[in-house]
């Protein structure tokens, strides 16, 4: 009988060891899953099951698969702590996300205190950085302060003698970036004729729309999403006000046409090179049109985000904060977005933004 009791207790034993050094692996995005922002968080929960899917069928991370959680944050700050401290609760070990910067750099300071690694594929602000919570905090995109520079100088040189007029949101992402375009095109020469915030979530923009055409305005800049975006270049058109429209990032989203219908045409906007375009993307490309999903805007960044922190848990052999951020800040990692290494500040080595443009529906790279 002991040594039968023995020989269950070495099983039991066993059983358990195996189980845990054999465990899941819990990873979690979150981003606006509701809310007027939530195509956004569509794309972003679309590229996580994506990867997570594909890692877990290629025999998953160290022999571990992985399990992913979603959070829905809404864009708003302090929704994005009480999802950060409930992710924490749920012993995540990466966190791709969030979406908007104004949840990203408060959330960071909780994934930072408790150990998680964070990649947010989509938070642009420099601040997320530049005032980084801790050294396990990564981006794949790139920063307003590049997006601004390309931005303001374009318009310096294409608008030179038109008078401009820069709209911003209030928000971390929309303000940031606004001003870092307003100060990129004062320099190479240009200054607005118009400088206005707005507030998000309205549906009348009139009496902007009103200034914007006493002032005669050739060009209109909007640091914000696109939601707004598209209603005030809609309700631009209803008073007869032809002025071009350029944004940012926050325009790669098909929603973006769905408001502004074909008002939208000619539209001008900066983001990174297209990943879709990448021959390395193509078999993600494919199955996620399979799906019936197109990989716009933020999607394969999300994949991408997986993809790096997967890799470099491999390389550092566990999923232990110190060792997967040392092999972050360290490695070179192949993605859907291409090679990329993160620098010192957790910011991604990637090529910058680009003009994209708004034609039949769709966006592609502008050729002037």
Same mark, same amino acid.
């Given at each position: 009988?002991?040594?039968?009791?023995?020989?269950?207790?070495?099983?039991?034993?066993?059983?358990?060891?195996?189980?845990?050094?054999?465990?899941?692996?819990?990873?979690?995005?979150?981003?606006?899953?509701?809310? #007027?922002? &939530? %195509?956004? *968080?569509?794309?972003?929960? $679309? !590229?996580?099951?994506?990867?997570?899917?594909? +890692?877990? /069928?290629?025999?998953?991370?160290?022999?571990?698969?992985?399990?992913?959680?979603?959070?829905?944050?809404?864009?708003?700050?302090?929704?994005?702590?009480?999802?950060?401290? #409930?992710? &924490? %609760?749920? *012993?995540?070990?990466?966190? $791709? !996300?969030?979406?908007?910067?104004?949840?990203? +750099?408060? /959330?960071?300071?909780?994934?930072?205190?408790?150990?998680?690694?964070?990649?947010?594929?989509?938070?642009?602000?420099?601040?997320?950085?530049?005032?980084?919570?801790?050294?396990?905090?990564?981006?794949?995109?790139?920063?307003?302060?590049?997006?601004?520079?390309?931005?303001?100088?374009?318009?310096?040189?294409?608008?030179?003698?038109?008078?401009?007029?820069?709209?911003?949101?209030?928000?971390?992402?929309?303000?940031?970036?606004?001003?870092?375009?307003?100060?990129?095109?004062?320099?190479?020469?240009?200054?607005?004729?118009?400088?206005?915030?707005?507030?998000?979530?309205?549906?009348?923009?009139?009496?902007?729309?009103?200034?914007?055409?006493?002032?005669?305005?050739?060009?209109?800049?909007?640091?914000?999403?696109?939601?707004?975006?598209?209603?005030?270049?809609?309700?631009?058109?209803?008073?007869?006000?032809?002025?071009?429209?350029?944004?940012?990032?926050?325009?790669?989203?098909?929603?973006?046409?769905?408001?502004?219908?074909?008002?939208?045409?000619?539209?001008?906007?900066?983001?990174?090179?297209?990943?879709?375009?990448?021959?390395?993307?193509?078999?993600?490309?494919?199955?996620?049109?399979?799906?019936?999903?197109?990989?716009?805007?933020?999607?394969?960044?999300?994949?991408?985000?997986?993809?790096?922190?997967?890799?470099?848990?491999?390389?550092?052999?566990?999923?232990?904060?110190?060792?997967?951020?040392?092999?972050?800040?360290?490695?070179?990692?192949?993605?859907?977005?291409?090679?990329?290494?993160?620098?010192?500040?957790?910011?991604?080595?990637?090529?910058?933004?680009?003009?994209?443009?708004?034609?039949?529906?769709?966006?592609?790279?502008?050729?002037?």
């Amino acid at each position: 009988m002991k040594k039968a009791l023995l020989a269950s207790v070495a099983l039991a034993f066993g059983a358990t060891m195996s189980s845990a050094a054999f465990a899941d692996i819990t990873i979690a995005t979150a981003g606006p899953m509701t809310g #007027q922002y &939530a %195509s956004f *968080g569509a794309q972003m929960k $679309a !590229g996580a099951e994506q990867a997570v899917a594909d +890692i877990n /069928a290629a025999g998953g991370v160290n022999g571990e698969k992985l399990i992913l959680e979603i959070g829905d944050d809404a864009c708003d700050p302090k929704q994005a702590v009480a999802v950060a401290n #409930q992710m &924490a %609760s749920k *012993g995540i070990k990466l966190m $791709a !996300g969030h979406f908007c910067s104004g949840s990203s +750099i408060p /959330a960071s300071a909780v994934y930072s205190e408790e150990g998680i690694i964070q990649i947010s594929p989509a938070s642009t602000n420099p601040k997320f950085t530049d005032e980084r919570a801790g050294p396990g905090i990564f981006r794949v995109c790139g920063r307003d302060d590049q997006q601004g520079q390309v931005a303001g100088k374009f318009m310096a040189e294409t608008f030179k003698g038109k008078k401009v007029a820069i709209l911003h949101d209030k928000s971390a992402y929309g303000k940031g970036l606004a001003d870092e375009t307003k100060k990129y095109m004062n320099e190479a020469g240009l200054n607005e004729a118009v400088y206005e915030a707005y507030t998000a979530g309205e549906k009348d923009y009139t009496a902007i729309v009103s200034k914007l055409k006493s002032e005669g305005v050739d060009v209109v800049y909007i640091g914000g999403y696109h939601t707004e975006a598209g209603l005030i270049l809609r309700q631009m058109r209803d008073q007869g006000l032809n002025a071009l429209l350029i944004s940012g990032d926050a325009l790669v989203t098909d929603e973006f046409w769905t408001i502004t219908g074909p008002a939208g045409e000619g539209t001008l906007m900066t983001f990174s090179p297209d990943p879709r375009k990448n021959e390395v993307a193509k078999p993600v490309v494919d199955a996620l049109r399979a799906k019936g999903i197109e990989p716009e805007g933020y999607v394969l960044y999300t994949y991408a985000a997986i993809q790096a922190w997967a890799e470099a848990v491999k390389n550092a052999g566990s999923t232990d904060t110190e060792a997967v951020t040392k092999a972050l800040d360290d490695g070179s990692f192949f993605t859907v977005l291409g090679e990329l290494e993160f620098n010192d500040k957790g910011d991604v080595t990637l090529p910058g933004y680009v003009f994209y443009e708004w034609k039949d529906g769709k966006y592609d790279y502008y050729t002037p």
